[in-house]
């Protein structure tokens, strides 16, 4: 695990030399800016070398930046991050089973609102209905966050459709890219997975004590990167924008999206949210199947209301869904 710690040398020589990236930095210098002795630099600067930064040192003993390593380190994803609870603490691992898992484990033991946890690599990635989630290194993000909501159980799929609105402005920030909304959870980019949302909760009969947003997106994957079963319904952002995407630029992204459609939702719920839910939806105004069960309902989406339904007109009439499986063929 890689927290970052303002009070450590190497976090604090970090952000003196993210400040000056590119220029020499005498280790006097960083002595006494930072208050600690020259083998505390040294030692420090082994530390960021070893996470993948790098630091070149000239003839003269000056240190320079002049890289910074494409992972999610806690230092990286909080410089300049700028929002106000969401990642105010990060907890990021090289590799975990699920990063939901240790989400709930963290809120069971009260960890802040908005705490991040986030992983490089998924040895047991979880899915929605007990599918897997194909978590490979160094190309997708997978991430959770904590929420204590003041919410009605009830209310608690909203979060997964904000959170929906959050990825789908994120990817749309990116040019040359059709994302859409496939209700509940999922984002599809050019009709494709790119993206899905995992929320877990843990909740009394009419009061929410938290709830864990899983995020999983494909980020860097090439088309030959997914497994043949998923590769005819998958993507990723880099096949959508024909680019390589900066994951660590993409998180943050996401971060400030997260926080300012949830600081919405707690105030006034999904109506606004709402908006974006349509404007981005693959599903308006298109005849689907919806699978609860061993029941399938037949309908052409007409809306997604205040309370995040999908709304059907049916051969029954008009009905609103909570929950379901939609496909469109
Ligand atoms: C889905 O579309 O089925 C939801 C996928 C959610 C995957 C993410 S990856 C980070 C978090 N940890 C998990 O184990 N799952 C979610």
């Excluded at 929420?147 to 608690?156: E, F, G, N, R, V």
């Excluded at 997964?160 to 999922?186: F, G, R």
């Excluded at 030959?224 to 994951?247: H, M, W, Y």
Aim: proline residues 4%; glycine residues 8%.
């Amino acid at each position: 695990m890689n927290p970052f710690n303002p009070e450590t040398t190497a976090d604090r020589v970090l952000v003196f030399l993210r400040k000056k990236i590119g220029q020499p930095v005498e280790p006097k210098r960083l002595v006494k800016e930072l208050k600690c002795s020259p083998e505390n630099v040294v030692e420090a600067i082994g530390e960021l070398r070893s996470w993948g930064y790098t630091i070149k040192a000239d003839r003269n003993g000056r240190y320079t930046l002049t890289g910074i390593p494409d992972s999610y380190l806690s230092a990286e994803i909080a410089y300049h991050l700028g929002t106000k609870m969401i990642g105010r603490k990060i907890y990021a691992y090289q590799t975990v089973q699920s990063t939901n898992t240790i989400a709930a484990q963290l809120a069971a033991m009260k960890a802040p609102e908005g705490t991040l946890v986030i992983a490089e690599h998924q040895t047991r990635g979880r899915g929605r209905l007990g599918r897997e989630w194909h978590s490979p290194e160094k190309v997708g993000l997978y991430c959770s966050l904590i929420l204590y909501p003041k919410i009605h159980p009830t209310q608690a799929p909203g979060i997964s459709l904000m959170t929906a609105v959050a990825l789908a402005e994120t990817i749309n920030s990116y040019d040359e890219i059709d994302v859409k909304i496939k209700w509940p959870n999922d984002v599809l980019i050019s009709g494709m997975k790119a993206a899905g949302i995992l929320t877990e909760l843990s909740a009394e009969l009419d009061r929410v004590e938290y709830v864990i947003v899983g995020v999983g997106v494909n980020l860097n994957q090439k088309r030959s990167d997914f497994p043949s079963e998923l590769r005819e319904t998958a993507t990723s952002v880099r096949i959508g924008t024909k680019e390589k995407v900066n994951r660590r630029q993409f998180l943050q992204r996401f971060l400030r999206n997260f926080e300012k459609e949830y600081f919405v939702f707690s105030k006034s719920g999904l109506k606004e949210a709402r908006k974006n839910l349509l404007k981005y939806s693959a599903l308006l105004n298109q005849e689907i199947k919806l699978k609860m069960g061993r029941k399938t309902i037949i309908g052409t989406v007409i809306d997604i209301d205040a309370l995040g339904r999908l709304v059907l007109d049916t051969r029954e009439g008009i009905i609103p869904f909570n929950a379901g499986e939609v496909s469109t063929h």
